[in-house]
């Protein structure tokens, strides 16, 4: 194997022994309600999360890491003479690439790459994995990064949301519009587009939402070098639900599951389901 350390952050919401698994070092995010830090390390800490989002009436504060952190890997790695690649939650969503950026800056050491992923959730994953699994195949950092680099701009995560509260808590739409908007069962659906957030539209009720996000998935051409995920908050049924019907709907054989942790669901809420792939290129 190359000697290569992959760092990524919580936002991929991959769990400890996800990454000790593949051989990532894992980098967190903090969240906390007033004083108390939600560690992001298993699937029970993305559960916990959830029940704490919905008792307390403000959101969680969501900090970057650290640079020192970063700095800690660095020094590491100089130690044992291996090259770096960072692949870090979107810019566009945190300061976490700046973090890592900085932490190199510090370091003077130069065999580090660091990568804004643009991405977050599900897709980071695919980032994550695919750079493990060229690194089992010996190529180098270089060539790894070249190839995520080409990758992450056709890649599509998106998301149906249960209620609006939680983008009206965050500033997102304006106060007494969720309140409406629940009543009357709007789903609004989100994706991760150049980095941020943004707003695909609002569907009436769940199953024409799980309809809208197919409709994303049917608009362009799919690269099938790369796998299709599904994910979702907390109501592992309705994610189970949601994996059977899109691996039946478009008999996908790759196709998997994953929980969505604190990170984006903050601003998400329980009961989201997203829809994950790559789109072919020139599309």
Same mark, same amino acid.
């Given at each position: 194997?190359?000697?290569?350390?992959?760092?990524?952050?919580?936002?991929?919401?991959?769990?400890?022994?996800?990454?000790?698994?593949?051989?990532?070092?894992?980098?967190?995010?903090?969240?906390?309600?007033?004083?108390?830090?939600?560690?992001?390390?298993?699937?029970? %800490?993305?559960? !916990?999360?959830?029940?704490?989002?919905?008792?307390?009436?403000?959101?969680?504060?969501?900090?970057? #890491?650290?640079?020192?952190?970063?700095?800690?890997?660095?020094?590491?790695?100089?130690?044992?003479?291996?090259?770096?690649?960072?692949? !870090?939650?979107?810019?566009?969503?945190?300061?976490?690439?700046?973090?890592?950026?900085?932490?190199?800056?510090?370091?003077?050491?130069?065999?580090?790459?660091?990568?804004?992923?643009?991405?977050?959730?599900?897709?980071?994953?695919?980032?994550?994995?695919? !750079?493990?699994?060229?690194?089992?195949?010996?190529?180098?950092?270089?060539?790894?990064?070249?190839?995520?680099?080409?990758?992450?701009?056709?890649?599509?995560? @998106?998301?149906?949301?249960?209620?609006?509260?939680?983008?009206?808590?965050? $500033?997102?739409? #304006?106060?007494? *519009?969720?309140?409406?908007?629940?009543?009357?069962?709007?789903?609004?659906?989100?994706?991760?587009?150049? /980095?941020?957030?943004?707003?695909?539209?609002?569907?009436?009720?769940?199953?024409?939402?799980?309809?809208? *996000?197919?409709?994303?998935?049917?608009?362009? #051409?799919?690269?099938?070098?790369?796998?299709?995920?599904?994910?979702?908050?907390? %109501?592992?049924?309705? $994610?189970?639900?949601?994996?059977?019907?899109?691996?039946?709907?478009?008999?996908?054989?790759?196709?998997?599951?994953?929980?969505?942790?604190?990170?984006? /669901?903050?601003?998400?809420?329980?009961? @989201?389901?997203?829809?994950?792939?790559?789109?072919?290129?020139?599309?």
């Amino acid at each position: 194997m190359n000697q290569i350390r992959i760092i990524t952050d919580t936002a991929s919401d991959i769990t400890r022994e996800q990454a000790e698994a593949m051989g990532v070092r894992l980098v967190p995010l903090t969240i906390t309600f007033g004083e108390t830090k939600m560690a992001m390390d298993t699937e029970e %800490d993305f559960q !916990a999360f959830f029940e704490r989002l919905y008792e307390e009436k403000e959101l969680p504060k969501t900090s970057q #890491p650290s640079p020192q952190l970063y700095l800690n890997e660095y020094e590491t790695a100089r130690k044992n003479g291996e090259d770096v690649l960072v692949l !870090a939650l979107s810019g566009g969503l945190s300061g976490t690439v700046r973090s890592a950026r900085l932490a190199k800056e510090l370091s003077g050491y130069d065999r580090i790459r660091i990568i804004d992923t643009r991405q977050a959730i599900l897709t980071q994953r695919m980032l994550v994995e695919r !750079a493990v699994k060229r690194r089992a195949e010996g190529r180098s950092a270089e060539e790894i990064e070249k190839e995520l680099l080409e990758v992450r701009d056709r890649m599509v995560v @998106c998301g149906a949301l249960d209620t609006l509260t939680f983008l009206r808590k965050g $500033g997102r739409i #304006p106060p007494g *519009l969720d309140i409406i908007g629940n009543v009357l069962e709007f789903k609004p659906v989100i994706e991760l587009k150049d /980095g941020v957030l943004v707003k695909l539209g609002i569907a009436r009720g769940q199953k024409k939402s799980r309809q809208y *996000l197919y409709r994303e998935y049917e608009a362009v #051409p799919v690269d099938k070098d790369w796998p299709v995920y599904t994910g979702y908050t907390y %109501d592992s049924a309705a $994610g189970e639900s949601f994996f059977r019907e899109t691996k039946e709907r478009y008999q996908l054989e790759g196709c998997r599951m994953y929980p969505v942790g604190g990170v984006i /669901g903050t601003h998400v809420g329980k009961n @989201c389901l997203a829809l994950a792939f790559v789109r072919e290129r020139n599309n």
